[in-house]
């Protein structure tokens, strides 16, 4: 091993990424990489990219056009700037990074990142494509240090699933994350153990569908995302538990019963719907009818009255009519979401949408435009309705002002409070006085929340947070951004 080196990491897309990042960079940490935000004085560059949608990918040639100056202006100065591909773009590119952009000296799919050091090494002679699709990377990722894991703040990620085997017919995710994957319980256990260990209170479980959840539990009997929940419920310290992205199809009774039986799992629900046509739905592979998850919503809400729900939306999949498209808005009034995210159709090569009769681009936009605003109105509603109500909020960092705190709402809106920086990692009720545009502002409130959430063993708390976890959540605070707090999938 050379001396210290510089390491930048860049995440695009959902916050799997923003998870397989940071055990890139605890991976290479033994290898003697130190994680820097400045790209350019970066000895390592390494982009973890999207490819779920068409923007995605053109993001990432265009960036690589950037760092390949930065490599060029360190030559000039006599020091070797390595650039890696990783992520969803190089499982489905390959080699094709390398010919296109020639700067890049390493491509590496996301089943393969536990070889990264190996595959940083042997770039100094050549370059190096990795996308095997078959490793259980999982059981040999090195997991952070203690101080490392403190200082990424009070709520964490961990990844129980990977993959997809729904094919819906406009994805990627199948062919690029590969078969579905879960973890055993016992491993996540451990994980979230060890992070609650280190001041983490607030725990997502991450899988592109998670509810399809299967992993190994202690009897050697396959578990459900409900059992897994329960157990993971009873690791000291955690005080909030969610989870995301769910199929509809997924939805079983033990996940539902979870919702019922835990306060720690939190009362908000990312639920795709992709669209509210029947005909569209069948079209997209989607394996459910609009009835079905109008179902699935009414059994949550008997479970758990509470429920705040968010969803994805596509406009313009091909074949899509006026009549479809009302469906959607339709369904967006019937269900009353509190935040949504919509898209365009993105043809994906190699999928079987992409071969379909396409939507003429302008419609795609008119409707996009017409769907967000239905969007907006209900997540105004939402938000406005909670101005006065007391939540339990989790508060994890200094807020905007001087003497604030910034927390999140059960409901993952930030909520901005005067409050003494020793709160930082505890969930304290909170009465909300202003709604504003991106943040709801409130005040420590005398009497408890409308539901007080299980609080055991107050863990000590991490007082910063790293490059990735702030970009992470000031993104997150904005409404128009906050993709990336959920993961591309279901
Ligand atoms: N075009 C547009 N949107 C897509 N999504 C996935 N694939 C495509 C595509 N080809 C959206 C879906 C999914 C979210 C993560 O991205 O709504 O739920
Ligand atoms: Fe799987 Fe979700 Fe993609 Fe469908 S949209 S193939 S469920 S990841």
């Known amino acids: 091993m050379s001396g210290t080196r510089k390491l930048h990491i860049k995440s695009f897309g959902c916050q799997m990424n923003v998870y397989d990042s940071l055990r890139m960079a605890d991976t290479l940490a033994p290898h003697g990489f130190v994680e820097t935000a400045a790209a350019e004085e970066a000895d390592l560059v390494i982009l973890n990219t999207c490819h779920i949608r068409e923007k995605a990918a053109e993001k990432v040639y265009s960036e690589l056009g950037r760092i390949r100056k930065l490599k060029e202006a360190a030559a000039r100065e006599g020091r070797e700037v390595r650039i890696a591909v990783a992520g969803c773009v190089a499982q489905a590119e390959g080699e094709e990074i390398i010919r296109r952009a020639p700067a890049v000296d390493v491509v590496v799919g996301p089943q393969s990142y536990h070889r990264l050091p190996g595959l940083v090494a042997r770039a100094a002679r050549e370059r190096v494509v990795d996308t095997e699709l078959s490793a259980d990377k999982f059981d040999v990722l090195t997991p952070p240090s203690r101080d490392k894991t403190r200082a990424r703040g009070v709520a964490a990620f961990v990844t129980v699933q990977e993959g997809c085997d729904k094919f819906c017919t406009f994805c990627v995710v199948p062919y690029t994350r590969g078969v579905e994957l879960s973890r055993p319980v016992e491993r996540i256990v451990a994980e979230i153990e060890r992070l609650a260990d280190a001041g983490v209170r607030e725990i997502t479980l991450i899988g592109q569908n998670v509810n399809a959840y299967h992993g190994e539990g202690p009897d050697g009997r396959p578990w459900t995302l409900g059992e897994l929940i329960r157990r993971v419920s009873r690791v000291p310290g955690i005080a909030r538990l969610r989870y995301t992205t769910s199929h509809p199809r997924d939805m079983d009774a033990t996940l539902i019963a979870a919702h019922r039986d835990l306060a720690c799992l939190m009362p908000y629900l990312h639920l795709p719907l992709q669209s509210g046509s029947d005909r569209i739905l069948a ?59 919509s898209f365009k159709y993105s043809p994906r090569p190699g999928t079987p949408a992409a071969a379909m009769e396409q939507v003429a681009e302008e419609v795609k936009a008119e409707r996009l435009q017409r769907l967000q605003r239905a969007i907006d109105r209900h997540q105004a509603k939402f938000n406005a309705a909670c101005h006065g109500r007391t939540f339990d909020v989790l508060f994890e960092k200094p807020g905007k002002r001087p003497g604030q705190l910034v927390g999140r709402s059960p409901y993952l809106q930030p909520v901005q409070v005067m ?72």
């Open 283 to 341: 079209a997209m592979n989607r394996r459910h009818t609009r009835g079905e998850y109008l179902d699935v919503i009414t059994r949550m809400r008997d479970a758990r009255p509470d429920v705040a729900l968010s969803s994805d939306f596509i406009v313009g999949f091909p074949g899509e009519s006026e009549e479809d498209f009302q469906a959607s808005l339709e369904m967006i009034d019937l269900v009353g979401y509190a935040g949504a995210f």
């Open 419 to 490: 409050a003494p920086a020793a709160l930082i990692g505890q969930v304290v009720p909170v009465t909300i006085t202003e709604v504003g545009t991106n943040s709801l502002f409130g005040a420590l409130a005398a009497a408890p929340a409308e539901h007080t959430e299980a609080q055991r063993d107050p863990a000590p708390v991490a007082r910063h947070d790293s490059s990735a976890n702030r970009a992470r959540r000031s993104g997150a605070a904005k409404p128009a951004e906050r993709n990336d707090i959920v993961v591309a999938g279901a």
